[in-house]
């Protein structure tokens, strides 16, 4: 099983609220990565990080931002939250020191924003 | 864009082994075959990833043809807590290599 958690798991917040996501990892890998997931839809890749001090957009396009000042905790924040930020977000990690390099998700914070 | 193709849904009855199959025929050598699953919008879970060899872990086993183009994921005994959506995934091990998920496989397993 992955150690990789995610808080909140469920967030319903009105318009114009700043938020912040939260996920930890206890494996000490050193990539994390942050999905968002439209109900029926694909995941879409919006941030990752190679380690600490280390951010990077993704493909989709995403008003959010993040940070990585430890190596186990990779937030995400939205300081204006809308209705079209409502989604699923995902974070996963990974241990490209070990070679397989593979993603372990967290369960996901589902976000309703009114 | 997704660089395989799987089959929309499929139905498998419980207790009967669950075949899925995936084409990859574009994979170049140095990316790995990768499957995961997600059940009900939780987050993805990791099953297995192979090269070249077959693979075999407590969830799954993986057969990749000799010529790397297709796959097949094999669950032996499948149950209702199988029911998922799987995602055959290529990718290789440089760099901060995403995970492309496309349609996937809705596996249906039936009593």
């Known amino acids: 099983e992955a150690d990789i958690y995610q808080t909140p798991r469920y967030l319903v917040i009105g318009t114009g609220k700043k938020i912040t996501l939260e996920c930890s990892q206890t494996?000490?890998?050193?990539?994390m990565y942050w999905y968002q997931q439209d109900p029926g839809m694909e995941l879409h890749l919006i941030h990752y990080s190679y380690g600490v001090n280390s951010t990077e957009k993704g493909d989709l396009s995403s008003e959010s931002t993040v940070s990585r000042i430890r190596t186990e905790h990779f937030p995400l924040t939205l300081e204006s939250a809308r209705p079209s930020h409502t989604s699923q977000y995902l974070c996963?990690?990974?241990?490209?020191?070990?070679?397989?390099?593979?993603?372990?998700f967290g369960p996901g914070t589902r976000l309703t924003v009114l | 864009d997704a660089k395989t193709t799987q089959p929309t849904s499929m139905d498998c009855a419980e207790g009967r082994a669950a075949n899925l199959p995936c084409n990859h025929s574009?994979?170049?050598?140095?990316?790995?075959v990768y499957w995961y699953r997600q059940i009900h919008s939780q987050g993805p879970q990791y099953i297995i990833h192979?090269?070249?060899n077959n693979e075999t872990n407590e969830m799954a086993s993986l057969i990749i043809t000799e010529d790397r183009k297709s796959s097949t994921l094999i669950l032996p005994h499948a149950t209702l807590r199988d029911t998922a959506v799987y995602y055959c995934?290529?990718?290789?091990?440089?760099?901060?290599?995403?995970?492309?998920f496309g349609q996937g496989t809705r596996l249906t397993i039936n009593p």
């Open positions: 192979g090269l070249k």
């Open positions: 995934i290529v990718k290789s091990h440089q760099g901060a290599q995403k995970l492309v």
């Open positions: 574009t994979i170049s050598g140095n990316e790995y």
């Open positions: 494996m000490g890998h050193d990539k």
């Open positions: 996963a990690s990974s241990d490209y020191q070990t070679g397989t390099d593979t993603q372990y």
